[in-house]
């Protein structure tokens, strides 16, 4: 078994309150979550207006695939997002003989 995560720090754009936050997030999260078939949260930064800590982690079977999911999520951040400015990506995968 394999699983892989990889935790993006964000910019927001024009952004005055948590509010606002919350109707960028929302949406990126939702088609995080959608379109990689994988796990995505806010994990980080709640209090903060302009930036957020978003987390995408999947499991399986092949690194390979963890692998794939974990770069199509950080495509689709940074291709297809322009709301948000991507200031760091940390991807990491395990195995859970590393555990």
């Known amino acids: 078994m394999w699983i892989g995560w990889v935790e ?10 948590l509010k606002e936050k919350r109707g960028i ?22 209090d903060l ?3 957020a ?5 999947v499991v399986a079977s092949h690194a390979g695939h963890v692998r794939d999911v974990l770069e199509r999520a950080e495509r689709l951040v940074a291709e297809e997002h322009p709301e948000v400015t991507v200031l760091s990506a940390r991807p990491r ?3 859970a003989d590393d555990l």
């Not at 993006?8 to 309150?17: A, M, N, P, Y």
């Open 93 to 95: 995968i395990v195995s």
């Open 25 to 46: 997030l929302r949406p990126l999260i939702a088609d995080l979550s959608r379109r990689t078939e994988a796990t995505a949260a806010e994990v980080g930064a709640h």
């Open 49 to 51: 207006h302009r930036r």
């Open 8 to 17: 993006f720090d964000l910019l927001l754009g024009d952004v005055h309150s």
């Open 53 to 57: 800590t978003v987390g995408v982690s």
